[in-house]
Nanobody, 123 residues
Framework: QLQLVESGGGLVQSGGSLRLSCVAS????????IGWFRQAPGKEREAVLC???????TTSDPLRGRFTVYRDKAKNTVYLQMRSLKPEDTAVYYC?????????????????WGQGTQVTVSS
């Protein structure tokens, strides 16, 4: 059974950093494109970034420079590193997988999702 489990969310002050983890089971993270998305209350789900099978990442323009992604094949985990956090980064963060070489910032193209982890940034 293919599964994704996020963790690492919590409360952080504005300007702080946080690292989220996405642990995969039932498949290997380097065989899929993995995306990170977020959804704030009352807003639509938006793309954060993604990493393709070759390890190349694509970041949403507004978040470039603050959010990065990397993966640990030994732990079958993809990490989202977030820096210089702002209150507007408050959201539930999700990781998702699609069985493709290509990385897309399009939630509809992903068919496997984790349950999400809450990130709250205080001002």
């Amino acid at each position: 059974q293919l599964q994704l489990v996020e963790s690492g969310g919590g409360l952080v002050q504005s300007g702080g950093s946080l690292r989220l983890s996405c642990v995969a089971s039932g498949f290997t993270v380097d065989a899929y494109a993995i995306g990170w998305f977020r959804q704030a209350p009352g807003k639509e789900r938006e793309a954060v970034l993604c990493i393709n099978k070759s390890g190349v990442s694509t970041t949403s323009d507004p978040l470039r420079g603050r959010f990065t992604v990397y993966r640990d094949k030994a732990k079958n985990t993809v990490y989202l590193q977030m820096r210089s956090l702002k209150p507007e980064d408050t959201a539930v963060y999700y990781c998702a997988a699609r069985p493709s070489i290509l990385c897309r910032l399009d939630a509809a193209s992903y068919d496997k999702w984790g349950q999400g982890t809450q990130v709250t940034v205080s001002s």
